[in-house]
């Protein structure tokens, strides 16, 4: 028996909205607890206390606290096995996808970096959008590539449900848009996206439906 | 039934490094195919046609490919269960330290981010190595922290065993020295990395005792 769960997190954190997203497949009810990194509510003693890196999203479940999004997702998945997060099908290639969308792209375009551009490197607007959409198209060309070599009964959902890869596509998609990346040369990245959209999991988790979106 | 087990990586890739620890963690025979990062080699027609992200490692066994050393790391693991890479003790906080270093690390300090700044930004090597430094101490610092929050029955080894936070952290601290970053600060990551010298796998899988050092 689990005690109650619990999410700190903020609106745009593409990190949070991954744990969104996946709650919501899981059909978890949860507590959500707003942390506004632009006030910079997760660098307070009180937050750091709890969590020493200072980020979200930070997970609660009973006595186990998780602060890296993807511990949280391993954690979910073997809690809430139904449905599950890896296909039967081609689970390796659904894991390696998965990985490369999450490892690659959000390290080096989060706000911290960003930040360090800008103030060191004296980067401006322009500079810092060719930065942005540099590191994703570097992912999603070959992400685009590896979908397009394989023959999936439905372009819509490659492994025929929703998988860690979406979880973590999905917001990156939502990114690349708000950071205008042309989004032309991935039409199969594009459909994913387009069916996830009309999905319940993915639409409540969308960062402007969240309570502390401004 | 496996068939033959091969891994194309460079004595200087750390991803590469967590997977020949890995191997030798497990036991485990296989071929060593050296690409070379600095020919360019990983950007060949040739290599492309099986790995479109032009990157190191890459691992096949049998029919499986897979490009993203935490794929790798978590199929080993389930194919060849024993010795296993997650302790039943702690086994979140291990998962949740790994992560952290795992993906918050590598990709900003990564050889491809590191040319963007040198030619678009014009920076020069003082300005890369306080990159560099900057991104370790931001992980470092909390996950020393959560070290010494806890009391463990050992500090060689907190988990009692190698885990999957081991081998991700091991060639961090490889290239921590490598970058000249100060490790004084973190005296149990520092503890951690002087036992795992000591043990056979980390020993045969540093960088200088590949084929393909220079």
């Not at 390696?96 to 930040?115: G, R, S």
């Not at 490197?121 to 500079?127: E, L, V, W």
């Not at 930065?131 to 009964?153: D, G, M, N, Q």
Request: charged share 20%; with cysteine.
């Amino acid at each position: 028996m689990i005690d109650a769960l619990t999410l700190w997190g903020y609106w745009r954190s593409s990190t949070s909205y991954r744990i969104r997203i996946a709650l919501g497949l899981k059909s978890l009810r949860h507590d959500y607890r707003p942390i506004n990194l632009k006030l910079g509510e997760q660098k307070s003693e009180d937050y750091l206390a709890v969590n020493p890196h200072g980020t979200v999203p930070l997970f609660q479940a009973g006595d186990v606290q998780m602060t890296q999004s993807l511990a949280i997702l391993d954690w979910l998945d073997a809690t809430y096995p139904d449905p599950a997060f890896v296909p039967t099908d081609a689970p390796e290639l659904c894991r390696d996808l998965y990985y490369a969308v999450a490892t690659e792209i959000h390290a080096p375009n989060n706000l911290a970096v960003l930040k360090y551009l800008r103030t060191e490197f004296g980067a401006d607007q322009a500079a810092i959008e060719a930065w942005y959409a540099t590191w994703i198209a570097k992912t999603f060309a070959p992400v685009e590539a590896r979908l397009a070599a394989h023959t999936w009964a439905s372009p819509d959902l490659p492994f025929g449900q929703p998988t860690l890869f979406e979880i973590v596509l999905i917001p990156q998609v939502y990114n690349a848009r708000r950071w205008k990346t042309d989004l032309l040369a991935y039409p199969l990245i594009a459909k994913i996206d387009a069916h996830c959209a009309t999905l319940e999991a993915f639409d409540r988790a969308r960062p402007e439906n969240q309570i502390d979106a401004t």
